[in-house]
Nanobody
Framework: QVQLVESGGGLVQPGGSLRLSCVAS????????MGWYRQAPRKQRELVAT???????NYADSVKGRFTISRDNAKKTVYLQMNSLKPEDTAVYYC???????????????WGQGTQVTVSS
């Protein structure tokens, strides 16, 4: 069974920084796209950033210049460095990955359980 496990969330003051990590585990042949999404109370889940296996990145306009996504393919891990955090960044952050399991030719869309990020003074 393939799963994603996030870590690194917490409470931080406005202007502060946090680094989220997400590790994939299980019988994995290949991981294609990886990304981070977030969902604030009473709002829909939205894209934060994605990164391809070739390290091409894409960011939501609201986080450009403040957040950086990266990945370590050998460790099957994706990171999200969040700087200059604002109260409006408060949300549950979810890791997402397109994973090809061992013995399969098709990729599965896999989600982590989410980690809470709260930006408040």
């Amino acid at each position: 069974q393939v799963q994603l496990v996030e870590s690194g969330g917490g409470l931080v003051q406005p202007g502060g920084s946090l680094r989220l990590s997400c590790v994939a585990s299980g019988s994995i042949s290949r991981i294609n796209l990886m990304g981070w999404y977030r969902q604030a109370p009473r709002k829909q889940r939205e894209l934060v950033a994605t990164i391809t296996s070739g390290a091409e990145t894409n960011y939501a306009d609201s986080v450009k210049g403040r957040f950086t996504i990266s990945r370590d393919n050998a460790k099957k891990t994706v990171y999200l460095q969040m700087n200059s955090l604002k109260p409006e960044d408060t949300a549950v952050y979810y890791c997402n990955a397109h994973i090809v399991p061992l013995g399969s030719a098709r990729w599965s869309n896999v989600w982590g359980q989410g980690t809470q990020v709260t930006v408040s003074s």
